[in-house]
């Protein structure tokens, strides 16, 4: 499928032979389109850069086949984010992986790392609480961008929360277990939170963690060693007070 073949145009529905004729999708094929189910045939290995770029997109399969993906060094949800947006899709509920993907796989429509040590996308869409898959390690990058989940609830494998992993998420209660070692730089930025609970074990509070959320009081506990910058920082007017209980005297503020 040639490149911007079917960008802008008006189609609601493809259809794909099952042949395993398709090799590639080209760049921007369905970029800009109403089309909001995609079930990429197997026998596509290559699928460019903003083909799928669409906010009205709900549900997607990729195939076991797929090995080169156009926007595979940018964070995963500017794969079928509109052009213009920095939020990703509003409405996409499910990312379906076939099973022997090399790259990533998929539990409950969830984007996980092929190895399932990483959550790298929860699409926008999907509401509710989520339970993240046991043996995962690591919350990706922006993972949950924008996620509409009222409440994530994380397996004692988790260590790391990645940058941006929770940025501009709804969900207003979160407690992050003792497992977690690391919250990356703004990981819950300008998110919805009011109460978060950081049990102990927790080492490591990142630049401008929760930065603009909603929190006005959190306890800090004595195994957290470093808190970057602006991590609880409020000055855009959301909670201008907030009120910290810090449990470790030797604690390192940037």
Same mark, same amino acid.
Request: net charge negative; aromatic share 14%.
């Given at each position: 499928i040639g490149e911007d !073949?079917?960008?802008?145009? !008006? #189609?609601?529905?493809i259809n794909f032979s099952s042949a395993g004729n398709l090799l590639k999708i080209g760049e921007g094929a369905f970029s800009i389109t109403p089309v909001k189910n995609l079930d990429i045939p197997e026998g596509v290995a290559e699928i460019g850069k903003d083909a799928l770029k669409t906010n009205n997109l709900e549900e997607v399969s990729l195939p076991s086949t797929l090995l080169v993906w156009g926007n595979e060094d940018a964070e995963f949800y500017r794969i079928f984010a509109n052009k213009t947006s920095t939020n990703g899709p509003t409405v996409l509920k499910s990312i379906n992986i076939a099973a022997g993907n090399t790259m990533y796989k998929s539990v409950d429509g969830v984007v996980y790392s092929a190895d399932g040590k990483t959550l790298v996308y929860c699409p926008t869409g999907?509401?509710?609480?989520?339970?993240? !898959?046991q043996g995962t390690e690591a919350i990706g990058e922006s993972a949950f961008r924008w996620s509409r989940l009222?409440? #994530?609830?994380?397996?004692a494998s988790v260590t790391s929360i990645g940058e941006y992993a929770f940025y501009a998420a709804k969900a207003t209660s979160i407690t992050i277990p003792g497992t977690v070692k690391r919250l990356d730089k703004q990981s819950f930025y300008y998110s919805a939170l009011r109460d978060v609970v950081i049990e102990n074990g927790v080492e490591y509070i990142g630049e401008q963690a929760f930065a603009l959320s909603y929190i006005n009081t959190a306890v800090i506990p004595a195994s957290v060693t470093y808190i970057g910058r602006e991590a609880f920082d409020f000055e855009n007017g959301y909670n201008k007070n907030c009120w910290l209980k810090i449990e470790n005297d030797n604690i390192t503020l940037a």
């Open positions: !073949a079917f960008e802008y145009s !008006a #189609v609601e529905k999907k509401t509710g609480t989520l339970s993240i !898959a009222s409440d #994530v609830e994380f397996p």
